[in-house]
């Protein structure tokens, strides 16, 4: 018993020297973080997100096109999946207005241009075989259209394209504008790309 009573007292000298002996200084606390750190912050977070492939930000990114989608029993989720495999950011500059309430942030992406792939599997295909799948019942035309899709996103390949987005600094916090939004989503359609 002495032993562990000898281990828990190391354990907790030992957490108390990590934690700084009882956390910060009250100064510290006090200083307030710059406006570019919370805004990167925000950035990294609001990309993080759509990173995950969270719902609520990808269905905000398109929700007319989910919805036509599931008229033909395609999952969305799975053409977003394939669409996002290879995204990724870099955040390249920071511009703030003077009273740093709005800024402009110029991100790096890498991604594949989805609507461009899938106009391209659609001209792809002749009229003899875009009139065989329209004959085909419902269940089974979404089943083909999802592994052709799909199989197009995958084939698509990633480009590298820079980006200005507007944030604006509402209630607190950073948030993407909805022109931001709407530049977004057209570069995940492939417009500009």
């Known amino acids: 018993m002495k032993y562990v009573w000898k281990g828990m007292a190391t354990l907790a000298v030992t957490l108390l020297v990590l934690s700084g002996c009882g956390g910060e200084a009250p100064e510290a606390a006090q200083v307030p973080e710059p406006a570019e750190d919370q805004l990167r912050a925000g950035v990294t977070q609001e990309l993080e997100r759509i990173k995950a492939l969270s719902r609520g930000t990808m269905g905000g990114l398109g929700s007319e096109t989910v919805v036509s989608l599931e008229d033909y029993t395609i999952d969305p989720q799975a053409l977003i ?5 290879e995204f990724d950011y870099r955040i390249e500059q920071v511009a703030l207005n ?20 899938l106009v391209g599997w659609l001209e792809s295909q002749d009229r003899a075989q875009l009139s065989d799948l329209a004959t ?32 604006a600094y509402i209630e607190g916090r950073w948030t993407l504008t909805q022109e931001g939004q709407e530049a977004l989503t057209a570069l995940f359609l492939g417009e500009g790309v």
């Open 81 to 85: 999946q394939a669409a996002m495999a």
């Open 98 to 117: 003077e009273g740093e309430t709005a800024a402009d942030v110029t991100v790096r992406f890498t991604i594949k241009p989805t609507g461009k792939a």
């Open 136 to 167: 085909l019942p419902k269940e089974e035309l979404g089943r083909q259209l999802r592994v052709d899709l799909v199989k197009a996103i995958h084939a698509a390949p990633a480009v590298e394209t820079s980006l200005v987005l507007p944030w």
